[in-house]
């Protein structure tokens, strides 16, 4: 069994130990297996990485088994390890055995220990799947088994029935973009014969280009992307995510598997950079996507809903990337968000763990000086996705933004301007966040101020760490590490003059926002309590997130009850379906009712009926025959 | 009228004599006795045609519905016995319990 076989199958033996065995050995058994396969798996994949380094960079292939064979094309499954796959994978191990260690602290009152842990392996099994996959299929074995680990965690205290209820909400709207993805897999299929990543790559950038608009095939995967990655209009899923464990959202909702559809769009580059109108459809969603994500952020209280809301925009963000083509970019901002994303929603687990379950925001305050390292981790990852230097966000970001100006695949001063915007919000609701958490005057019940505690050292270490990533993560220059395989895309003629502007406006955007957000909810909030009075309208709007949901379910949810029930049910199934069956059974009933009485069992009129039918038939053969 | 035409118009009266008894007499044993009646009015004629045509592919029915008729009334005569025990009639009329 080759290397790569091996780190996608530690987090199954994981899942099955702790699904099978885990209730009956114990929490040390659960904790050693959960938090003991992925840690191995982390290592193995930095020996693969080190493999790859040895070899000059050449991707490493490997076989597992021949699923089937068609004709001349045989299905594996089939890994594939290359830059872009060892960024990825070093990134799902490696937050992912954090996120496992954090877990041991936050669950562990849970009755369900076991559970949550097989579930979390079940995940990194298939997100492994996903990225270390060669072909198509396996991605999409992947791609569907994280939404069913995403689903499976969401719904983790299904005895709420809101919170099964987003399970399901999650499912569902993935499924919408899955089909995207099969319908783009088999147009691949159709006209490329082929699901391997590679190869498909190159049938696209290579002189004879397949019989198919790469536009289409881009958007159709595409599709299948923002149901994943959370993007206009299939987003909606994400924020009522929240109502799984907090180290999930940090994993599942925030670092991992949300990424895997820039991952997508990344690894099939080489339709992408054929496809110019997809490419503009997928900036456009991305770059609506991250400003209206951040406007609804402004208005949340819960501290879980605004850390989601800034997942979306974030992601609105690689999307930005991914269509004005630089590839390595966007993997570069999914890099260092992974560090601050899961550090600001485990510091947020850690801040929820102190208040004894309370997620609001406005029932908080003053927890700085109670909590420090939980403040100071939290802090420094707020300033990281805020973009201020030199920490992790602040590089990424900001290459995001050079080339929205200056790539020569669409990028514009309109495009500048949005995500500049989007910037300042994220940096404003960010700092809010932190402004009215961790400062002023507690604002909770005397119980549960009374309880405030920091988390034991499980968490609070992982804190660190993931603190320390998002601080000095930015200065491994990942888009330079991918440009061998995704190439930077040109800059216009013309605009490198502006490169020291961008970097110097994104910088002077963190700290206003900083400054905004001081002056607004520094000590009492007065400031921005008469910006909320003042703008009441667009306050409840913002507050009720431009009412989407209301408004799919109006134009979606209700049309499909109706249809369902009153045309389905009532005329499809009971009147056609069961109509046709009972009248069937009628009929026979009464039919029969008839032709019983022709039984009188008179054995005398049935030899005579025997006789009539024999003289009958003479009759006819002696005047036919 | 030959020989051949007399034999075969006692063979078709045989045959509606036995139909006749089948239809209209409630003894069940007097019915199977005119079934029997049928059959060798079958036979009679299958054997006056084999002797006239000197085939012996007549012949050969004639045996064949000796052994079926033989079968039948080994299985029937049990099957009467067994009605008589139930009802203690040999009348038709009164085996009529499968009526619709």
Redesign the interface.
Known sequence: MGLLTLIVLLPLLGFVLNGLLGNRLGKGFVTAVGCGMPAIAFAVTIKCFLDLQGGGWAPIAETAYVWTMVGQDSFEVAFWFDRLTAVMALIVTGVGTLIHVYSTGYMHEDKSYARYFAYLNLFLFFMLLLVLGKSLLVLFVGWEGVGLASYLLIGFWFGDMEKAAAGKKAFIVNRIGDAGFLLGMFVIYSAVGTLDMPRINQAFTGGAVPAVSASLVGLLLFIGATGKSAQIPLYVWLPDAMAGPTPVSALIHAATMVTAGVYLVARMSGIYLNAPEASTVITAVGALTALMAATIALAQDDIKKVLAYSTVSQLGFMFVALGVGAYGVAVFHVYTHAFFKACLFLGAGSVIHAMSGEQDIKKMGGLAKKIPITFFTFALATAAIAGIPPLAGFFSKDEILWYALASDRGGSWLLLAVMASTALLTAFYMFRLLWLTFFGKPRMLKDVEHHIHESPPSMTGVLVVLALLSAVGGFLSIPHFLEPMLALPGVKPGMDAFHYFVVGGSIAIALVGLAGAAFFFGGEALPAARIKASFAGLYRVLNNKYYVDEFYDRAINRPLLWISDAVFLKVGDRLLVDGTLNGLAALAQRAAGRLSRVQTGSLHKYAFMVLAGMVASLVWMWRNG | MDKVQMLQVLAASLFALG?TG???R?NVLV?LMCMELMLNGVNLSLATFAHTLGSAVGAVLVFLIFVVAAAEIAIAIPVVLLLVRRKRTLD??S??????
């Open positions: 139909l089948v239809i209209i409630r019915m038709i009329e085996y009529s319990d499968l009526k619709g």
